[in-house]
């Protein structure tokens, strides 16, 4: 059984798993602080031709790079969006669509935006969300909508959004029930989807309705158990950061998770005010980058200008409305 | 109206294509008619709601805030399903104003109004409703550019005064009654006729709060509850929402609630920091959201947010409404009698614009924008220097084509005589440690040897500002670079623009810190070091 220094952690046990080569995955037999903090992590060696699903990149257009499909998948990602002073919400567009062109089960928990805001700009990025829906593909939750069911109407069984009902801040456990539910593979036999990603539209929103921090985290940790390590898929979250705003609770949950994503991406504004040509900045940072050769926490920052479908990115100060 | 077909019919070549999820859907090609998801309407909605317009960019429903002016600047106006908060100003004089513009615009359309409030009897408010313009009158009106009786009398020009004359003003002006967008007489009130000829609620809190009214069991403050209840019981009667079957209505919900968050709602957080029910008013906003996105309304919500004590809660307030408008008036703050300000009554800032059905959204360019409430109209002007006199850097607009900033920092020449602009440099194409010494320059002020180690060609002198040429490069590097930094430097009150930013700045902008006319063209980028305002 070879043993090689893990990037991080805890001198977790190795042993031979897939035929992809090695990974390190701890058995359910894991226990304590130990098994709960490392199970959390699990990484993969690969060959050096295969390529990272977000190959970094040295070039000038990243655009092509930056968001291409992956050629392999090891699955259990967790990727964190996070915007601050400007709105992160067209990568979560671009995620929900990225997905359902790579033929993935999707949960999405929208709950800043109703469902024809996002189909509408999801048929200008070309996916049809009603088809999706339809098909089996997209499993949506739209948090306005449910939220007048649950105040207005008594529920007769429990629903995701229960929580509204209670006056002290319970847990999110329906909504944990939900996302298993949608997610949980059909024992039909044939595999129609690829793997399973969870979005979920704006965590921010949780704490406004009353949930702690603490409650938002458990919840995605739940989550992240079952979907990254379970069923082998992946998750993306937005959470807005406060910024200058002193918000507590936001700031525990944007740390909490930031420590926990594999791949950041950060929308900021720029510094020197607003623009017409460039919208803000991206800054996009791995956590984990599985090859070992590569420099770990690598980090790179581009500007962009979103259009009406697409966004275009360019190194800072190379608008080409500047240059 | 043929502006309304025209902007419909694009509307529908560019917004429609939307299948809902309705099953009586047969084709895709639908025009968006408006917000509403969960309904059974089949077949294409034409849109034919008097008082609203489709959006040209994304074929959302619109109805008018009341002010033209404010409409341009929202992007077209208010959209069908979505909230417009105003922060109201310190001593709630000029929010009401908004509000009441709102719903006067409701009553000449003929639209149903909500009206909730805790402070005033919504009965009163209808009262004192402004009275619309008609076509004869408006221009009349107009030429009377009568002030405020507060201001004083001035009969000094300001020399900066005459530069925001050259800049446009934002409101349209009258020319017909149009449609869409009315404009409103603020000195008389409401014909009765038009008041009683339309329909409306109200909601008043004293009163309701005794009745026994099915409540719901939520962790909202009481009076937050029984409002939640009373909207949804009105949008549900009167089908607004299009799930009743007995009615089927046609027509836009205007909802106003005035002062949510105040302590008359019952709510604490202008009061204390960490309250009992913080949660309150934000599960509100996200349940009453959730009411609007799936029937025909619009709402306009007042807020004191200047007494709400925790940050967070603004910030989450801000998050959860559509769009977001703020309002500071001068009254009883320094800017009083400041000569710039003298011609108007405060400043609004649009801080939130939704992104509704698409990537980006409207925003305006200009982002400094005045108020004035003239004897009878509304105005809202753009161009004025807003930032506070009192601050140590002028803030920079991006790469607005706008001469705001140069008269922004005119204005600072105007009023602080003794700027000290120590020098301009112009880092030509990519001499990267060239770019490196000048900002050693600026922070050292030893300029015979930075000179002698960065090679510099040209130097003119004039008294303490100073100009520096330097040589041109074939790489681009140096200039990336020292764009990179821009953040940084701005700490150190060194601001650093592009080419097309330089360009917007024009001449006076560097005539107001005394350097040469004659500036080479040359370059991309120019670092200035800021004076230090008092």
Same mark, same amino acid.
């Given at each position: 059984?070879?043993?090689?220094?893990?990037?991080?952690?805890?001198?977790?046990?190795?042993?031979?798993?897939?035929?992809?080569?090695?990974?390190?995955?701890?058995?359910?037999?894991?226990?304590?602080?130990?098994?709960?903090?490392?199970?959390?992590?699990?990484?993969?060696?690969?060959?050096?031709?295969?390529?990272?699903?977000?190959?970094?990149?040295?070039?000038?257009?990243?655009?092509?790079?930056?968001?291409?499909?992956?050629?392999?998948?090891?699955?259990?990602?967790?990727?964190?969006?996070?915007?601050?002073?400007?709105?992160?919400?067209?990568?979560?567009?671009?995620?929900?669509?990225?997905?359902?062109?790579?033929?993935?089960?999707?949960?999405?928990?929208?709950?800043?935006?109703?469902?024809?805001?996002?189909?509408?700009?999801?048929?200008?990025?070309?996916?049809?969300?009603?088809?999706?829906?339809?098909?089996?593909?997209?499993?949506?939750?739209?948090?306005?909508?449910?939220?007048?069911?649950?105040?207005?109407?008594?529920?007769?069984?429990?629903?995701?959004?229960?929580?509204?009902?209670?006056?002290?801040?319970?847990?999110?456990?329906?909504?944990?029930?939900?996302?298993?539910?949608?997610?949980?593979?059909?024992?039909?036999?044939?595999?129609?989807?690829?793997?399973?990603?969870?979005?979920?539209?704006?965590?921010?929103?949780?704490?406004?309705?009353?949930?702690?921090?603490?409650?938002?985290?458990?919840?995605?940790?739940?989550?992240?158990?079952?979907?990254?390590?379970?069923?082998?898929?992946?998750?993306?979250?937005?959470?807005?950061?406060?910024?200058?705003?002193?918000?507590?609770?936001?700031?525990?949950?944007?740390?909490?998770?930031?420590?926990?994503?594999?791949?950041?991406?950060?929308?900021?504004?720029?510094?020197?005010?607003?623009?017409?040509?460039?919208?803000?900045?991206?800054?996009?940072?791995?956590?984990?980058?599985?090859?070992?050769?590569?420099?770990?926490?690598?980090?790179?920052?581009?500007?962009?200008?979103?259009?009406?479908?697409?966004?275009?990115?360019?190194?800072?100060?190379?608008?080409?409305?500047?240059? | 109206?043929?502006?309304?077909?025209?902007?419909?019919?694009?509307?529908?070549?560019?917004?429609?294509?939307?299948?809902?999820?309705?099953?009586?859907?047969?084709?895709?090609?639908?025009?968006?008619?408006?917000?509403?998801?969960?309904?059974?309407?089949?077949?294409?909605?034409?849109?034919?709601?008097?008082?609203?317009?489709?959006?040209?960019?994304?074929?959302?429903?619109?109805?008018?805030?009341?002010?033209?002016?404010?409409?341009?600047?929202?992007?077209?106006?208010?959209?069908?399903?979505?909230?417009?908060?105003?922060?109201?100003?310190?001593?709630?004089?000029?929010?009401?104003?908004?509000?009441?513009?709102?719903?006067?615009?409701?009553?000449?359309?003929?639209?149903?109004?909500?009206?909730?409030?805790?402070?005033?009897?919504?009965?009163?408010?209808?009262?004192?409703?402004?009275?619309?313009?008609?076509?004869?009158?408006?221009?009349?009106?107009?030429?009377?550019?009568?002030?405020?009786?507060?201001?004083?009398?001035?009969?000094?020009?300001?020399?900066?005064?005459?530069?925001?004359?050259?800049?446009?003003?934002?409101?349209?002006?009258?020319?017909?009654?149009?449609?869409?967008?009315?404009?409103?007489?603020?000195?008389?009130?409401?014909?009765?006729?038009?008041?009683?000829?339309?329909?409306?609620?109200?909601?008043?809190?004293?009163?309701?709060?005794?009745?026994?009214?099915?409540?719901?069991?939520?962790?909202?403050?009481?009076?937050?509850?029984?409002?939640?209840?009373?909207?949804?019981?009105?949008?549900?009667?009167?089908?607004?929402?299009?799930?009743?079957?007995?009615?089927?209505?046609?027509?836009?919900?205007?909802?106003?609630?005035?002062?949510?968050?105040?302590?008359?709602?019952?709510?604490?957080?202008?009061?204390?920091?960490?309250?009992?029910?913080?949660?309150?008013?934000?599960?509100?906003?996200?349940?009453?959201?959730?009411?609007?996105?799936?029937?025909?309304?619009?709402?306009?919500?007042?807020?004191?947010?200047?007494?709400?004590?925790?940050?967070?809660?603004?910030?989450?307030?801000?998050?959860?409404?559509?769009?977001?408008?703020?309002?500071?008036?001068?009254?009883?703050?320094?800017?009083?009698?400041?000569?710039?300000?003298?011609?108007?009554?405060?400043?609004?800032?649009?801080?939130?614009?939704?992104?509704?059905?698409?990537?980006?959204?409207?925003?305006?360019?200009?982002?400094?924008?005045?108020?004035?409430?003239?004897?009878?109209?509304?105005?809202?002007?753009?161009?004025?220097?807003?930032?506070?006199?009192?601050?140590?850097?002028?803030?920079? +607009?991006?790469? !607005?084509?706008?001469? %705001? =900033? *140069? @008269?922004?920092? /005119? &204005? $600072? #020449?105007?009023?602080?005589?003794?700027?000290?602009?120590?020098?301009?440099?112009?880092?030509?194409?990519?001499?990267?440690?060239?770019?490196?010494?000048?900002?050693? +320059?600026?922070? !050292?002020?030893?300029? %015979? =040897? *930075? @000179?002698?180690? /960065? &090679? $510099? #060609?040209?130097?003119?002198?004039?008294?303490?500002?100073?100009?520096?040429?330097?040589?041109?490069?074939?790489?681009?590097?140096?200039?990336?670079?020292?764009?990179?930094?821009?953040?940084?430097?701005?700490?150190?009150?060194?601001?650093?623009?592009?080419?097309?930013?330089?360009?917007?700045?024009?001449?006076?902008?560097?005539?107001?810190?005394?350097?040469?006319?004659?500036?080479?063209?040359?370059?991309?980028?120019?670092?200035?070091?800021?004076?230090?305002?008092?």
């Amino acid at each position: 059984m070879a043993r090689r220094p893990g990037t991080g952690y805890l001198g977790v046990v190795v042993r031979r798993g897939s035929t992809r080569g090695l990974d390190w995955r701890l058995g359910p037999a894991e226990s304590g602080l130990l098994g709960h903090l490392a199970y959390s992590q699990r990484l993969t060696v690969r060959s050096r031709t295969e390529r990272n699903w977000l190959g970094p990149s040295p070039s000038w257009a990243p655009q092509a790079d930056l968001f291409s499909p992956r050629s392999s998948h090891s699955g259990g990602k967790l990727t964190l969006l996070c915007d601050a002073k400007t709105d992160g919400s067209f990568l979560v567009h671009h995620f929900l669509s990225f997905y359902l062109k790579a033929n993935c089960k999707v949960c999405f928990v929208a709950l800043i935006q109703s469902f024809s805001h996002y189909s509408i700009v999801g048929q200008k990025l070309g996916v049809s969300l009603t088809m999706a829906r339809e098909r089996g593909q997209l499993v949506f939750l739209e948090g306005l909508k449910s939220a007048v069911d649950v105040v207005f109407q008594a529920q007769k069984e429990p629903h995701p959004l229960q929580f509204l009902r209670e006056a002290n801040a319970g847990n999110l456990k329906p909504l944990f029930e939900f996302v298993r539910e949608a997610l949980k593979p059909i024992d039909s036999g044939e595999a129609r989807w690829t793997y399973p990603v969870l979005l979920v539209d704006d965590l921010s929103v949780l704490l406004s309705l009353g949930m702690g921090a603490v409650a938002v985290l458990d919840f995605i940790h739940y989550c992240r158990a079952t979907v990254c390590w379970e069923l082998k898929g992946n998750m993306v979250v937005l959470v807005h950061d406060s910024g200058d705003a002193e918000d507590e609770e936001n700031d525990i949950l944007l740390n909490g998770l930031s420590h926990q994503s594999h791949l950041i991406l950060r929308a900021e504004g720029l510094a020197t005010g607003f623009c017409r040509d460039v919208h803000g900045q991206l800054r996009i940072l791995w956590r984990r980058p599985s090859q070992p050769t590569v420099h770990r926490d690598q980090s790179f920052t581009y500007q962009y200008k979103i259009q009406d479908k697409s966004v275009s990115f360019f190194a800072k100060g190379m608008s080409p409305a500047v240059l | 109206m043929a502006a309304a077909a025209t902007c419909g019919s694009v509307a529908a070549s560019t917004g429609s294509a939307v299948a809902t999820a309705s099953k009586n859907n047969v084709t895709s090609f639908q025009r968006r008619g408006r917000r509403a998801s969960g309904t059974n309407d089949s077949g294409p909605r034409l849109v034919s709601i008097t008082g609203t317009r489709p959006s040209v960019r994304n074929g959302q429903l619109l109805v008018s805030t009341g002010l033209p002016a404010l409409d341009q600047l929202l992007g077209g106006g208010l959209a069908v399903g979505t909230v417009l908060l105003i922060e109201e100003d310190k001593y709630n004089i000029y929010s009401p104003l908004l509000f009441k513009y709102f719903l006067a615009e409701g009553i000449v359309n003929g639209h149903t109004l909500l009206v909730a409030s805790a402070k005033e009897d919504p009965a009163n408010i209808l009262q004192e409703l402004p009275a619309p313009l008609l076509d004869d009158k408006c221009k009349k009106e107009f030429d009377e550019d009568v002030y405020n009786h507060k201001t004083p009398e001035s009969n000094i020009k300001m020399k900066i005064a005459w530069r925001y004359q050259l800049l446009p003003k934002m409101e349209i002006g009258p020319v017909s009654s149009s449609r869409f967008g009315h404009y409103y007489d603020a000195s008389k009130r409401m014909p009765q006729e038009l008041i009683e000829a339309s329909n409306w609620h109200g909601f008043f809190l004293p009163e309701k709060i005794s009745s026994t009214l099915k409540v719901e069991p939520c962790s909202l403050t009481p009076g937050y509850t029984k409002l939640l209840q009373f909207i949804q019981n009105i949008i549900y009667e009167e089908g607004f929402d299009g799930s009743n079957p007995q009615k089927k209505q046609r027509n836009i919900l205007r909802i106003g609630i005035q002062n949510l968050g105040s302590p008359l709602w019952g709510d604490d957080i202008c009061c204390a920091e960490n309250g009992g029910n913080s949660h309150s008013l934000t599960k509100f906003l996200y349940v009453l959201r959730g009411l609007l996105r799936t029937s025909l309304s619009a709402c306009i919500i007042t807020m004191p947010t200047h007494l709400i004590q925790n940050k967070a809660i603004i910030a989450r307030v801000t998050t959860l409404s559509d769009i977001v408008v703020g309002l500071e008036s001068f009254i009883g703050s320094e800017r009083e009698t400041n000569p710039l300000y003298k011609d108007y009554h405060g400043l609004i800032h649009i801080r939130q614009i939704p992104r509704l059905n698409n990537l980006i959204c409207d925003e305006s360019d200009v982002k400094d924008l005045a108020f004035k409430l003239k004897r009878k109209l509304f105005t809202i002007e753009a161009g004025v220097q807003w930032h506070d006199l009192g601050s140590r850097q002028p803030r920079l +607009l991006g790469s !607005s084509n706008y001469p %705001a =900033s *140069a @008269s922004l920092v /005119a &204005g $600072i #020449t105007g009023a602080h005589h003794h700027t000290q602009l120590i020098f301009v440099f112009l880092v030509e194409t990519g001499f990267h440690h060239v770019g490196q010494a000048g900002l050693e +320059l600026l922070t !050292s002020g030893n300029s %015979a =040897s *930075a @000179s002698q180690s /960065a &090679g $510099i #060609t040209g130097m003119s002198y004039r008294a303490r500002p100073r100009a520096l040429y330097f040589k041109e490069n074939k790489s681009k590097v140096g200039a990336r670079q020292l764009l990179e930094t821009r953040e940084e430097h701005l700490s150190s009150r060194l601001l650093i623009l592009t080419q097309a930013e330089r360009l917007c700045m024009g001449r006076r902008f560097f005539t107001a810190f005394h350097i040469f006319n004659e500036l080479p063209c040359k370059g991309d980028c120019i670092c200035l070091q800021t004076c230090q305002t008092q």
